[in-house]
């Protein structure tokens, strides 16, 4: 089961439940994964090499609904390729959310005395397993992924596609974009949205699991704050992820009548 469906018309998507956010309209970092397969899935038909970096603005909730994208191409060819992929509800004018999209063509580089190695293989599957529910009870996009709970590390696996011909990259957005509730330093206070999100890699994941070590840094002064963390496989480092924080204060209970 994919977690977005193509629809007859192109760059038409129906989400399925499991693209679900906690609350209404869907979850940013399941958008983000849409928008950035469907440039990875033609980035070896138009030769942009392989994606290295996606910045993703939520620019407002994505209902669930039928929806539409478009690609706009900033610069192709040579070394480095950047492409924009924006989405809107179909039927209306005001996008929900843009990414954009950087892609390298790989070359390798001699250097004297630099040697790449990788660590050990972990087996994040000994961790325990974490299944955090939505507050209105059905599927999300948390139940779309497998997450589990390391020493400092937190692991996701993803059980379905984003869509068909997705690369590594969107593989990696969905886990990255709970990097800001992973470590946050309060909890059940207020909720922490996030307005954007960056994740770049230096190197492709090896295997399904994505690990995140993760940071935050709230200012109640401010109302806004960062999340940040460095991205791993099974083998090591492979990129890091950075996002905004908006803090918005928990609705207050309503007052008991008399």
Do not use: Y
Not at 51 to 59: I, K, Q, R
Not at 93 to 106: A, F, I, K, N
Not at 141 to 161: C, K, S, T
């Amino acid at each position: 089961m994919a977690i977005f469906e193509p629809l007859a018309a192109p760059n038409c998507w129906q989400p399925s439940a499991l693209a679900a956010g906690p609350f209404a309209g869907l979850q940013g970092g399941a958008v983000a994964s849409l928008l950035t397969a469907e440039v990875e899935a033609l980035a070896e038909e138009r030769k942009w090499g392989t994606a290295v970096s996606a910045t993703a603005w939520f620019l407002r909730p994505t209902p669930m609904a039928s929806l539409r994208t478009q690609l706009a191409v900033l610069t192709e060819g040579g070394r480095v390729s950047v492409i924009d992929n924006t989405l809107w509800p179909d039927g209306e004018e005001e996008p929900c959310t843009t990414v954009r999209v950087t892609l390298s063509r790989e070359r390798a580089v001699g250097l004297p005395g630099s040697v790449d190695t990788l660590g050990d293989a972990l087996d994040p599957a000994r961790f325990p397993v974490r299944t955090p529910q939505a507050g209105h009870g059905r599927q999300w996009f948390m139940d779309a992924m497998e997450a589990r709970v390391g020493d400092d590390v937190a692991w996701f696996r993803l059980n379905h596609r984003i869509i068909d011909g997705a690369g590594p990259l969107s593989s990696v957005l969905g886990p990255a974009d709970w990097t800001h509730g992973i470590a946050r330093p309060f909890q059940n206070v207020v909720a922490d949205p996030n307005p954007n999100l960056t994740v770049q890699l230096f190197r492709q994941p090896l295997g399904e699991w994505v690990g995140i070590r993760a940071q935050t840094r709230w200012q109640p002064a401010t109302g806004v704050g960062i999340g940040s963390g460095t991205l791993l496989d099974v083998r090591g480092e492979i990129g890091r992820v950075s996002m905004s924080v908006v803090l918005v204060p928990f609705p207050k209970p309503a007052a008991a009548a008399n």
